[in-house]
């Protein structure tokens, strides 16, 4: 019995490692290209802004979504020939590793997916990959994600990129 | 007692000389800086020409702000991996890494009681290097860029500035 949740316990643990892969594979393979901005942002950084005192609550619910992430990882261009291919072999590669699907927008300009990988009722990874007619831009966020605080870190953050998660506020208030 | 006395001031003196020379220091004393800013509570309200309630709540809990720049002729990217190094070396962690289209931006934080943050940019012509102790409140700085954009504060970096010739609005 020991035995058998001893393998259960690794096959979960590999599992795990095969969706941490992927999306970090997609970071090392694009990491020396210069038409790709790369950001990366550790645990620490985050910590950091734990112990901040919040003026207001706007700005206590962008300090909570901050407190509970781990780390973010974006890569990004506004010049590829090639963005059609970039965004469909980027979603193909996430989504094969056990990533769940979370939401979808198709319009002219460009396509966007979120995924997401959940565990125990927690989403612990928020993966979105736009593709535009130049653009390509997937951002990882990851830690203890609470959808509704991160559209609201989305809207106070003046970061480029970040308003495509003001679509998951924009999909839930159509519920 | 005597040597109890001893010790404390020995310790007490060590601590405070290691941390005035940080790997920063040592840099910033082996190239030549072509522009340099010391910033402390006081100095860096001086440059809230109009008295932004928000710049002032963004930096209450600065204690010291450096401020280098150098020219790329001075600094080579092997000496800002030393750098880099070096400060890993005496316990900072990687917090934030940026790159993008020719500029290198690497944040580096060491955990303490007050917290220091060493920011290294680099990109074709130009290094700089900014190291805060203290804390900078983040939730503040989007309502500071729109500040900054519309020329509220003195551009310390641009002297010569026309905007920096207005009076302050009081």
């Given at each position: 019995m020991k035995t058998l949740f001893t393998v259960l316990a690794l096959g979960f643990a590999l599992i795990a490692q095969a969706q941490n892969d992927a999306v970090t594979k997609l970071f090392n393979e694009y990491?020396?290209?210069?038409k790709f901005t790369k950001i990366s942002v550790s645990s620490k950084m985050f910590q950091l802004f734990t112990e901040i005192e919040p003026g207001d609550v706007n700005e206590k619910e962008i300090l909570e979504a901050i407190s509970k992430l781990k780390g973010l990882k974006v890569i990004a261009t506004d010049s590829a020939a090639n963005s059609a291919k970039l965004y469909a072999d980027a979603v193909k590669k996430i989504s094969g590793n056990g990533y769940e699907e979370l939401m979808e927008v198709k319009d002219a300009q460009e396509n966007m997916k979120f995924m997401i990988s959940e565990k125990d009722g927690i989403i612990n990874e928020l993966v979105m990959v736009v593709g535009g007619k130049k653009s390509f831009f997937i951002m990882s966020l990851f830690g203890e994600i609470d959808l509704s605080k991160i559209s609201k870190l989305s809207k106070g953050m003046n970061i480029k990129?970040?308003?495509?998660?003001?679509k998951l506020d924009e999909s839930e208030d159509k519920k | 007692m005597r040597l109890i006395l001893t010790l404390f001031f020995l310790l007490t003196f060590s601590s405070v000389i290691c941390a005035q020379s940080s790997a920063v220091t040592e840099f910033k004393d082996n190239h030549e800086t072509a522009l340099a800013f010391y910033f402390y509570p006081s100095t860096l309200r001086m440059i809230n020409l109009q008295r932004n309630p928000e710049f002032d709540e963004m930096i209450k809990d600065i204690k010291k702000a450096r401020f280098f720049k150098l020219d790329s002729g001075v600094v080579t990217q092997p000496d800002l991996t030393t750098l880099g190094n070096d400060l890993r070396k005496a316990g900072y962690e990687e917090m934030m890494m940026m790159k993008s289209k020719g500029n290198d931006i690497e944040v580096l934080g060491l955990e303490k009681h007050t917290p220091e943050i060493v920011v290294i940019s680099r990109n074709g012509y130009e290094c700089m290097l900014l190291e805060v102790t203290g804390m900078i409140n983040i939730a503040k700085i989007p309502k500071l860029i729109d500040a900054f954009s519309s020329g509220a504060f003195l551009d310390v970096f641009n002297l010569n500035k026309e905007q920096n010739d207005r009076p302050a609005d009081h």
């Open positions: 990491y020396n290209d210069e990129g970040m308003e495509y998660l003001q | -």
